[in-house]
T-cell receptor, first 114, second 115 residues
Framework: KAGVTQTPRYLIKTRGQQVTLSCSPISGHRSVSWYQQTPGQGLQFLFEYFSETQRNKGNFPGRFSGRQFSNSRSEMNVSTLELGDSALYLC?????????????FGPGTRLTVL | AQSVTQPDIHITVSEGASLELRCNYSYGATPYLFWYVQSPGQGLQLLLKYFSGDTLVQGIKGFEAEFKRSQSSFNLRKPSVHWSDAAEYFCAVGAGGGSQGNLIFGKGTKLSVKP
């Protein structure tokens, strides 16, 4: 069974641009979460989606948004990029949204903002 | 507010030696606790988790962790480290809401293994 797929793996953008990252969960998984990983702040939760509905949202500005499609694939969008948005963005999927559902992480998308 | 502290940023151990990585958490109720490992260029892999019950939990790759409520700790241990264990280790607590999808992570401990 294929794992969580994230595209693209690497991305370079300039300040002010916007970017869309994609996550394809493991087949059959309906829950997708996004995290930002930076050397300074570590791993921070962005949002969680289950069956196309946002269940939880982290403490990030409105420039960060996401969505989930009917096939459980998810995208996150960052508008008006800032230098501080340079990070590894990780997506994780799980079968459901309950406490006993293990999350499986993708390899991440490395975003560099110049 | 919930938080996770991993006091050791970097640890170096010799191959074959025992390992203990420390994790302290702050959480109002019974926490859901996790340890993840991240190898360079890779995503996170779940090593083990604690929800309730036996406070000593076994995980993959020979790791175990012990939940101590009185000390608000969930330390990760391995009796004999292998060179392939070199990676970064993250402790996390579930932020509640009945979901594993919203985790609060510690800053991580980088493990180096000497031959």
């Amino acid at each position: 069974k294929a794992g969580v797929t994230q595209t693209p793996r690497y991305l370079i953008k300039t300040r002010g641009q916007q970017v869309t990252l994609s996550c394809s969960p493991i087949s059959g998984h309906r829950s997708v979460s996004w995290y930002q990983q930076t050397p300074g702040q570590g791993l921070q939760f962005l949002f969680e989606y289950f069956s196309e509905t946002q269940r939880n949202k982290g403490n990030f500005p409105g420039r960060f948004s996401g969505r989930q499609f009917s096939n459980s694939r998810s995208e996150m969008n960052v508008s008006t990029l800032e230098l501080g948005d340079s990070a590894l963005y990780l997506c994780a999927s799980s079968l459901g949204a309950g406490d006993d559902n293990e999350q499986f992480f993708g390899p991440g998308t490395r975003l560099t903002v110049l | 507010a919930q938080s996770v502290t991993q006091p050791d940023i970097h640890i170096t151990v010799s191959e074959g030696a025992s390992l203990e990585l420390r994790c302290n958490y702050s959480y109002g109720a019974t926490p859901y606790l996790f340890w993840y490992v991240q190898s360079p260029g890779q995503g996170l892999q779940l090593l083990l988790k604690y929800f309730s019950g036996d406070t000593l939990v076994q995980g993959i790759k020979g790791f175990e962790a012990e939940f101590k409520r009185s000390q608000s700790s969930f330390n990760l241990r391995k009796p004999s480290v292998h060179w392939s264990d070199a990676a970064e280790y993250f402790c996390a607590v579930g932020a509640g809401g009945g979901s594993q999808g919203n985790l609060i992570f510690g800053k991580g401990t980088k493990l180096s293994v000497k031959p």
